[in-house]
């Protein structure tokens, strides 16, 4: 093959045979992905590294074989270790000792649980200019891994600005998600739900999710007002994986940039990008209410208890009906089965307002209670409209959950 390499005709005095001969070799070396390597870590940081990239490395999403591996690059005096399926990309820094620089990627399946299983607490990892296998050792261990051509990676491109920017820490934005995420919807038909609402203006920061029968939504105030708002959906799927990521035993700073159909998060040793859902997310504002007939205050641990006895007989477990009557300072539960008979159960209480029975999902209330912490929670409700449930003490979390009709 002959390659034919054009300089601009002004400027051939600045062009020679050095410069042609280097970027003639990095383009072969690219191209072949015949890079020398090795490298020592251990064990512990080698497998965090890989356990973060894990999940996207082994991705399904795309068909193609490159999109199942991972990158291991280390230049500059820098371990990287990179995945990206086209829907997130992830690029996470690891310690070690670089004897020799060079890069390969890597997609084999069994390669992240034998690292995991490695009887020595150090690894080497070492690749000849022109082998196509990564030889791993650790301790009596020998595995020789195939490699793939490395201009098949599409490395993740770290952006370092976007339309909008803020920073808050690993522990509020992990509880932002957690509170929220579990309401998303899984109806493929409307892809706007299947995605968490981020929602930041000024100093006010919202997470949102809905499936159009419950909704979940978290705020946190900012001590730095944001100056550009954002507005935007990411796949839960992805949100996920970013929580799953993020520090919890000491709170790290968190910075988010917003760029036009993607988010940048970047934390400690981790960059992440994740795609973002088109599409204008309904004012979930209109959802909540705001007027009710009657307010509740109850036990949480005896409520979720009654939940879930009675749901456990129920006449359709698609839906999970349970009828709940709030009347003289007591919660009544009651779900019924034509062929096995009918469950009843009493929860004390603290009311004010009117009587008032109605039915409702038992698996949406007790996943919304799941993320109740407190001791108390208050139950707001009117006939036939959403119920509103939230903690005692704490308002910035609230729970929304709509009515069931009996059949």
């Not at 920061?205 to 105030?221: E, G, P, S």
Request: charged share 25%; proline share 4%; hydrophobic share 35%.
């Amino acid at each position: 093959m002959r390659l034919l390499f054009i300089y601009p005709q002004t400027h051939r005095a600045y062009y020679d045979d050095y410069y042609f001969l280097k970027f003639f070799n990095l383009y072969i070396l690219r191209q072949k992905g015949d890079t020398k390597m090795k490298l020592t870590l251990t064990k512990e940081d080698l497998n965090k590294g890989l356990q973060t990239i894990a999940k996207i490395a082994q991705s399904k999403t795309n068909n193609l074989q490159s999109s199942n591996g991972f990158l291991l690059k280390a230049l500059h005096n820098v371990i990287e270790i990179q995945a990206n399926d086209y829907e997130m990309g992830i690029k996470t820094i690891v310690p070690g000792i670089i004897e020799e620089p060079g890069e390969t990627f890597i997609a084999n399946p069994y390669l992240i649980e034998l690292i995991h299983k490695l009887p020595s607490d150090s690894v080497q990892l070492c690749k000849k200019d022109t082998d196509t296998k990564l030889l791993i050792i650790g301790g009596s261990v020998k595995f020789e891994c195939a490699t793939m051509n490395i201009s098949d990676f599409n490395e993740v491109e770290i952006v370092e600005s976007g339309y909008a920017q803020f920073t808050t820490n690993s522990i509020i934005l992990k509880d932002l998600i957690d509170h929220t995420s579990f309401a998303c919807s899984t109806n493929t038909e409307r892809p706007i739900f299947m995605g968490t609402h981020l929602d930041v203006e000024k100093n006010r920061i919202n997470m949102v999710a809905t499936d159009t029968h419950r909704l979940a939504l978290k705020t946190y105030m900012s001590e730095t007002p944001i100056t550009t708002p954002i507005k935007v959906t990411i796949p839960s799927r992805l949100l996920m994986e970013i929580s799953r990521n993020l520090p919890i035993d000491i709170p790290e700073p968190v910075t988010i940039t917003a760029v036009r159909n993607y988010l940048a998060i970047r934390f400690s040793n981790v960059y992440i990008k994740t795609r973002l859902i088109e599409g204008e997310y309904p004012k979930y504002e209109r959802v909540i209410p705001k007027d009710f007939q009657c307010t509740v205050t109850t036990d949480r641990a005896a409520f979720t208890s009654a939940v879930e006895r009675v749901s456990l007989v129920v006449q359709n477990p698609q839906y999970n009906l349970i009828k709940f009557s709030f009347s003289q300072n007591q919660i009544k539960l009651m779900s019924r089965h034509p062929d096995y008979g009918v469950v009843e159960d009493l929860v004390a209480c603290d009311m004010t307002g009117e009587d008032l029975t109605i039915s409702f999902n038992s698996k949406y209330i007790l996943d919304l209670l799941k993320h109740c912490h407190e001791e108390k929670i208050i139950i707001n409700l009117r006939t036939q409209s959403p119920v509103l449930i939230k903690d005692k003490d704490d308002s910035s979390c609230v729970f929304v959950v709509t009515p069931m009709r009996e059949k």
